[in-house]
């Protein structure tokens, strides 16, 4: 193990990446709503898109720490911004021809990346100090991938979600001249965010093979794995995680089509505190509102969503040196189950409101799912760290199911499937702080 001034260097670099792939992840949110007007899809198909993210965790988290476990975490993090940046490059092509099938093999490709990387930096942060900190060290990294996932909603808003997209039939009745001055204008919505992202990867990759970052590598047992599949703790805080992330990226998803659904636009725009908050965000861009897709007005009040995951990530970093984790986690589930039902039974701003704030109450529960879960496990953890990053598959499952049921039943019932996932995630909490306090 490296000193302590190492370790601190080290967390400051490894940060960028928990930054790095909140933003992007989010990004991916804000296209949603855009694909779903150009392609013209179900919210059952526009799940799709979140299928194909998140369904790399699922099939490259054990793979990539085996990689990770023979060339190390410098080299694995810098296949991972590599991977990443060629997934962005498939936008181009993606968006110059209107393929759809292009932009789910591009979410793949760059969630495979990101699946690289957080394999090797979640436990990483955890192992830099001591074992009781693990988690508020955890907390406080993923309080700058909220950071990321703060600011993507802004840029999702005013650079794609502004132009109304236009119908196949009202493409058709363009002239050819028109036609082609309106796709060209579309694609290049979706290529100058992604292009410039790729070239920012591609700057981060050379930084990663520069600097020098500390080596902990621990060895895996040998039928490690058997030995996980058998410890019901582990596999709780594996369904957790799957449980989690996919409640958390579906609403995010769909908050757009949430609020449209409830007709919000002109609420908004009749609330002089609504659209004062809205003009004070888009002015940072120096953007106008006014001649906006109304899609772009709702995405802007994402922000709400994903900053109170990274306010509440600082303060979890804080509580979590204070109380009990698994106690914390159990309060902050408890919330927001009482923030969708809130949701689910009223109307207007205050629905809004409500559901924006379990982005608040979500906040430490990745972190600390993953490191209650990795609590006590010794010389397993590499291996139980691969099996929590393949369950943030729960982002493929959860979000289709979400959609396919808001298809039958509208928004606010499906609702009732996300209150399900954070009720088993109070059970988890409740269950580890019992197991803590006998420890104790």
């Not at 989010?26 to 179900?42: A, G, M, N, Q, T």
């Not at 099938?101 to 979410?107: A, E, S």
């Not at 109307?347 to 809004?352: A, I, Y």
């Amino acid at each position: 193990m490296s000193n302590n001034a190492g370790s601190k260097r080290a967390f400051a670099i490894i940060t960028t990446l928990f930054f790095l792939w909140g933003f992007i992840t989010v990004l991916v949110d804000s296209l949603i709503p855009r694909l779903k007007d150009v392609f013209e899809l179900s919210y059952f198909q526009a799940g799709l898109v979140q299928f194909a993210f998140f369904l790399a965790y699922f099939i490259f988290s054990i793979p990539a720490g085996s990689i990770l476990a023979r060339i190390g975490y410098k080299k694995g993090i810098i296949l991972g911004l590599l991977t990443m940046a060629f997934g962005c490059l498939l936008f181009y092509p993606a968006s110059e021809y209107r393929m759809f099938n292009v932009f789910l093999l591009g979410y793949f490709i760059l969630a495979a990346g990101i699946t690289v990387l957080q394999v090797a930096a979640n436990p990483y942060v955890s192992l830099l100090g001591s074992e009781q900190g693990a988690s508020s060290r955890l907390n406080l990294a993923q309080a700058f991938n909220s950071l990321g996932t703060t600011i993507a909603p802004i840029i999702g808003a005013l650079f794609l979600l502004s132009e109304t997209v236009k119908t196949s039939t009202e493409i058709n009745a363009l002239s050819i001249q028109e036609k082609e001055s309106y796709l060209t204008a579309e694609a290049a919505t979706v290529q100058t965010p992604f292009l410039t992202i790729a070239a920012i990867i591609g700057v981060l990759a050379v930084v990663f093979m520069i600097v020098k970052l500390p080596t902990i590598m621990e060895k895996s047992p040998k039928g490690g794995y058997s030995k996980l599949f058998k410890n019901k703790l582990a596999l709780m805080g594996v369904l957790g995680i799957f449980l989690y992330v996919g409640a958390e990226v579906a609403i995010g998803s769909y908050l757009v089509n949430y609020f449209q659904s409830m007709r919000l636009t002109p609420i908004i725009l009749e609330n002089e505190t609504m659209m004062a908050i809205a003009n004070t965000i888009t002015n940072v861009f120096n953007k106008d509102l006014s001649v906006s897709d109304p899609k772009s007005l709702l995405g802007i009040f994402v922000i709400f969503y994903w900053g109170g995951a990274m306010i509440g990530r600082f303060i979890g970093a804080y509580l979590t040196k204070l109380i009990t984790p698994g106690k914390v986690l159990g309060v902050f589930s408890f919330l927001a189950i009482l923030m969708i039902f809130t949701s689910m039974n009223t109307l207007g701003l205050l629905s809004m409101w409500t559901i924006l704030s379990v982005g608040l109450f979500n906040s430490i529960m990745f972190p600390t799912i993953f490191t209650l879960t990795l609590d006590g496990l010794g010389d397993l953890k590499p291996q139980a760290s691969g099996l929590l990053c393949t369950a943030i598959v729960g982002g493929a499952i959860i979000p289709p199911l979400y959609g396919f049921l808001t298809d039958q039943f509208h928004f606010k019932l499906a609702l009732l499937l996300i209150v399900l996932c954070y009720a088993y995630i109070l059970y988890f909490g409740w269950i580890k702080s019992k197991v803590s306090v006998r420890i104790v």
